[in-house]
């Protein structure tokens, strides 16, 4: 008898043991999965779920996102998450490929971080319709707007951590704001109204816009798009013409076109990141977006 009831109590605790696990199990499957198209996207969702759910970069860090064909593996990255924070305005268009090619295109949930924020057109573009700028998320107004949007519908997702999300975003915001009055205060010193500046393209439109800086010439006609011999003579004389004396070139992807620039017109270069390179990591965003303030701050002061 006493063999037996040993026996049912080895039994017992095998089986509550194997329930324990097929519970841990679920709960761990049960963790969100939220995928991202881009490297702030990831800081911002990061810093937005803490522990509470998983973030899931769809396509490599060290690739350039436009233009970018998608990859067997994109796919399936696309296959095991439950929503996707995109751009959805022109800088991750290929993330709607991979969802068509996935066969979840009208199954997959997707957090559109721009719903909330305030565009512009692109800044210097060379065609004659007025295109949205995509780069929202070189910005700190901007960003703050993304990061609560974000928190917002996946606190809609998931409502048990709907408040968490919510507190987690005001507490990056709050982050974010002190990277602006950084600059403020930094440069609050300098003339703003008297600066001229040229960029190799309009992905720093909302930077510059919210800081007061004024853009008189984008050197690329599109990004990624070289200018033609007429169209570059062109923006040389606009420099000229215009005073500039500052032309910001871009930290990944950049060809030779700034060095072009400076010897014809002898304006100073200075490097912004498009936060678009790299490992996907929590604090990219604050680390590069305050290099491009110290940067400016730089520019502005003549260092």
Known sequence: MLVLRSRIRCLVALVLGLMLSCLQADLAQARLRVGVTLHPYYS??????????????????????????????DIKRALDVDVIVVNGIGHDEFIFKIIEA??????????????????????????????????????????????????????????????????????????????????????AAHAKDDFRAATMHAGYDYLF????????????????????????????????????????????????????VQRETGVRVYTLSHITDGPFTADKFEVEMRQNIETLARALEGK
């Open 102 to 187: 996935s066969g979840r295109k009208d199954k997959l949930p997707l957090i559109y971080a721009n719903a909330s924020v305030a565009l512009i057109p692109i800044g210097g573009d060379k065609g004659g319709e007025k295109i949205v700028n995509p780069h929202t998320f070189i910005s700190t107004n901007a960003a703050i707007q993304q990061v609560y949007e974000i928190a917002r519908r996946l606190g809609e997702i998931e409502p048990a951590h709907a408040e968490f999300y919510r507190r987690n975003g005001r507490d990056y915001a709050t982050k974010i704001r002190q990277l602006r009055a950084q600059f403020m205060q930094q440069t």
């Open 209 to 260: 816009q919210e800081f007061g800086l004024r853009i008189s010439a984008v050197v690329e006609p599109r990004h990624g798009v070289a200018p033609t011999a007429k169209q570059l003579a062109q923006t040389i004389a606009d420099i000229k013409a215009a005073n500039v004396s500052v032309i910001f070139a871009e930290q990944y992807f950049g060809g030779n076109l700034a060095e072009t």
């Open 44 to 73: 911002f969702v990061k810093n937005i779920v803490g522990d509470k759910a998983d973030v899931v970069p769809i396509i490599p860090g060290e690739v350039n996102p436009h233009g970018y064909e998608p990859q067997a593996e």
